[in-house]
């Protein structure tokens, strides 16, 4: 996997490249908009600054919406919410917001990757979730999910069985820097399991995190 780093500041390009590097992916930097689209081919993931030098970050990525599907996450500053929203409406996959660890963009450059590859409805047992029209069927009923709801349930079914960490699951749901040790993620749980019917398909594994359980 080959990821293209839009970044005009070398304070952050350099480490974001090395961690990626480090994280297993290739990682190739541009410092300029207007380089982009002719450095495309051969990548399979943009993380696109969007305060770029040359250029609006948002029109590079209309530039690459024109010839190219590619997932693009866009990278915000705190405050610039109206950058993200546009961003996610004009084809960004995701977005981070400054100041982002190399570990939470690698655990979403991964996300999105597998999300990429399994277009189809993940389908654990009588749950049977859509990522593209949102949608969570059990035993073939539909049942209406919050949308923190139904974010938190798609991580907990990219890998049922692994254990996602408390931490990862605010930073993905909620705020990459999302920090205290409320119950929010706690009370969605709750209510998540009372919609699924069935509250052993979540398993709390106590200081660590929750994971979805596999049942046959
Ligand atoms: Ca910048």
Known sequence: MHVLVVEDDPAISGPLVQGLQRNGFDATCVGFGGLVVEALPGKDLVILDLGLPDMDGLEVLKAIRKISDIPVIIATARG?????????????????????????????????????????????????????RRSVLVSGEPIDLTAKEFDLLAVLLEEPG???????????????????????????????????????????????????????
Do not use: C
Request: glycine residues 8%; aromatic residues 6%; without cysteine.
């Open 80 to 132: 610039d919410e109206m950058d993200r929203v546009v961003g996610l409406e004009i084809g960004a996959d995701d977005y981070v917001v400054k100041p982002f660890s190399v570990r939470e963009l690698a655990a979403r450059v991964r996300a999105i990757s597998r999300r990429r590859v399994v277009e189809a409805p993940s389908e654990m047992g009588q749950v049977s979730l859509d990522r593209n």
């Open 162 to 216: 692994r254990v996602v960490p408390r931490q990862e699951l605010y930073s993905r749901v909620w705020d990459p820097v999302w920090i205290g040790s409320g119950k929010t993620l706690d009370v969605h749980v709750a209510g998540l399991r009372k919609k699924l019917g069935n509250s052993d398909l979540i398993e709390t594994v106590r200081g660590v995190g929750y994971r979805y359980v596999d049942l046959p």
